[in-house]
Structure formats: C-alpha cells, structure tokens
C-alpha cells in the first residue's frame, strides 16, 4: 500500500492563480481530510468527507474548494491565490469509526507559495 | 483559551533520559486522544493513540490520559537523537467524523 499520496511536492503560484492539489488514499478509507499548517500554528482543518461525495467545511474553508466522487480522491481548489495561503498543505485519511474516533493517516504534503 | 495546549519548547533532555510531554484541552466530551511526531519537512506521523483514563505502553512509548484534569500526557524512556522532533498533541469527540483539534506541538531536542 502506498497510504496517502499527495501531488505535487512543491509549487510556486502568482497571486490570482488557481491550482488543486491532488491527494489519494488507496487504504480504502471513507474518512478523508485537508490541513493546513502555518510555523508554529499547529495543523488547521480545511474541508473533510466521510465518504464519496459528501464534503463538509472545517476551521479555515475560505479561499478553497473540495470534491469526493471517489474514495481514493480528495482534491482540494484553490481559487485566486492569495499570500495569506501561503503554508504546507496535509492532506488525511482515517477509517470509519462506529464509535469514538479512529487515527488519521497523513500524506508527505505540499508546500505552497503564493507570491 | 486554546482547545489543546502544548508548550511549545524546546525541551532538551540528554540521551538515554526520559522526555515526558504535556497537553491540555478544554473540551470535556473529547474522548480520544492521539499523539504524533512531526521531524522537521515531513508530515506527522502516529506514535500513539488512548481512549481510557490510565497509561498504555507502546516500546520506549507511553501515554498517560486523566479525563478529570483534561490532561494527556506522553513519555518517551531512554530519549534518543532520533526522537528529536515536534510532538503534536491531538484530541477528538465522538460523532465529529475523526475529526482532530491539534496543539501546536512540542519541540524535543535529545542532546548527546
């Protein structure tokens, strides 16, 4: 199993550009999650899904897009680049919990530059 | 208030001593708790997970929970340079679909 994987590594946009981030999961996870992490911020919950094509907004949605039509994928939009999205992007998975919460996976991420 | 609290650090331990890392949340209805290790670039990685109050062993690993006080803790015993990293402290209610509320993390430097 590869766990999650996410493309690309890097990546430098201007400002008012738009990209998506790619992230895949081959563990077979409904649970599926964006984080971003600023220095010294801690990680901050963008979007998240329990399951293909049901998406729900966390902390910090504003500025990004998500889609699930699969269970591998979760890719994330952003539209208009702005400096302030500047940060390393995580993207998660987990396996469904019947009860309680269950651990989170993590991608290798992508480090983002908006200039 | 933060929802989970670390101290930032660095705690620097020398080798072969025991590193012990703290955290604090505010919310009562958390019920599990998950700790991972972040080097430097890379992504976190899960060292440990407790769902019931007392201490779960793991190797050289142990987590300690005390619903009472909001407390989680983790020790790490005979600290090595490898366990250099920031340690992310990270909390969950039920019926949130997993979803974490992270600490900022502690830096933990193992000196020679």
New interface residues.
């Given amino acids: 199993n590869a766990g999650v994987t996410q493309t690309p590594k890097f990546r430098i946009l201007k400002i008012g550009q738009s990209m998506t981030l790619q992230c895949t999961q081959d563990m077979n996870h409904n649970y599926m999650y964006w984080y971003r992490q600023d220095p010294g911020m801690g990680l901050k919950l963008i979007y998240y899904s329990v399951g293909a094509g049901i998406t729900d907004k966390g902390e910090v949605p504003n500025g990004y897009n998500v889609s699930r039509s699969t269970t591998e994928d979760f890719p994330l939009r952003l539209e208009l680049a702005a400096p302030s999205q500047t940060s390393v992007y995580f993207c998660a998975s987990s396996p469904p919990g019947t009860s309680g919460s269950y651990e989170q996976y993590f991608g290798p991420g992508t480090r983002l530059t908006v200039t | 208030q933060k929802e989970?609290e670390q101290n930032?650090g660095p705690l620097s331990v020398p080798e072969g001593a025991i590193a012990s890392l703290n955290c604090t949340y505010s919310d009562r209805g958390s019920?599990?708790f998950?700790w991972y290790r972040q080097y430097s670039g890379?992504?976190?990685?899960?060292i440990m997970?407790i769902?019931s109050n007392g201490d779960k062993e793991d190797g050289r690993f142990t987590a300690q929970l005390n619903k009472a006080s909001q407390y989680v803790s983790l020790l790490i015993r005979d600290s090595q340079p490898s366990d250099s990293a920031t340690y992310?402290c990270a909390v969950?209610?039920?019926g949130?679909?997993?979803?974490?509320t992270?600490?900022?993390?502690t830096r933990l430097q193992v000196t020679l």
């Fill in positions: 989970v930032s019920q599990s998950f890379k992504s976190p990685e899960l997970f769902y992310l969950s209610r039920p949130t679909a997993s979803k974490l992270f600490g900022t993390g």
